[in-house]
């Protein structure tokens, strides 16, 4: 079981804007530890989406942001696109642990 | 632009060796903190281990720990992971990538992946 808990799917209509969380504790996103945001379509490398909590690497497109708030962080896609449709994962640091964390991943399906 | 490729992968018996490299390209290697992390099939993203730039800190998961050794020659623009009594459970898709930030790394380039089997 993840440190991180990620919802494990979510869907949306092209067009529309998808909210997925991920919930932490006061070891890792409750401590003050950055979060980021990671878009792997299947079959392929993971690609950063979002780092230190909402900023966005050359290339990605403002369709994309990242919030954090206390122990839980949250990554916005708002007018989804097909090519949106992938497994999406937020990953941290655990004080507790001494380790780079993943969430378990929530999967977006375009309808 | 950066490149990250993997090699080394494939089949090993439980209880086997097996040495992942890195060979990255188009960045200073010696700048930047290199991590290990892996996917078994069909699950989720796990960190392995990762190396500072000089190669003085060094951290693992627990799961490999005492087992596999990282390690990088920044001559050669290298990293490595020396992986000893493997297990079923180390079965996975090996990436290798850089980091950048403090405790919480972020990792901005990946390779392509090395694929592990681990089976009798």
């Known amino acids: 079981q993840s440190v991180l808990t990620q919802p494990p799917s979510v869907s949306g209509a092209p067009g529309q804007s998808v909210t997925i969380s991920c919930t932490g504790s006061s070891s890792n996103i409750g401590a003050g530890h950055d979060i980021h945001w990671y878009q792997q379509v299947p079959g392929t490398a993971p690609k950063l989406l979002i780092y230190?909590?909402?900023n966005r690497p050359s290339g990605v497109p403002d369709r994309f942001s990242g919030s954090k708030s206390g122990t839980s962080a949250s990554l916005a896609i708002t007018g989804l696109q097909a090519e949106d449709e992938a497994d999406y994962y937020c990953q941290s640091y655990d004080s507790s642990l001494s380790a780079c964390v993943f969430g378990g991943g929530t999967k977006l399906t375009v309808l | 632009q950066v490149q990250l490729v993997e090699s080394g992968g494939g089949l090993v018996k439980p209880g086997g060796s097996l040495r992942l490299s890195c060979a990255a390209s188009g960045f200073t290697f010696s700048d930047y903190y290199m991590s290990w992390n892996r996917q078994a099939p069909g699950k989720g993203l796990e960190w392995v281990s990762y190396?500072?730039?000089?190669?003085?800190?060094?951290y693992y998961a627990d799961s490999v720990k005492g087992r596999f050794t990282i390690s990088r020659d920044n001559a050669e623009n290298s990293l490595y992971l020396q992986m000893n009594s493997l297990r079923a459970e180390d079965t996975a898709v090996y990436y290798c990538?850089?980091?950048?930030?403090?405790?919480?790394?972020?990792?901005?380039?990946w390779g392509q992946g090395a694929m592990v089997t681990v089976s009798s």
């Open positions: 230190g909590n909402t």
């Open positions: 190396i500072s730039s000089s190669g003085n800190i060094i």
């Open positions: 990538a850089r980091g950048l930030g403090g405790l919480a790394l972020n990792f901005d380039y």
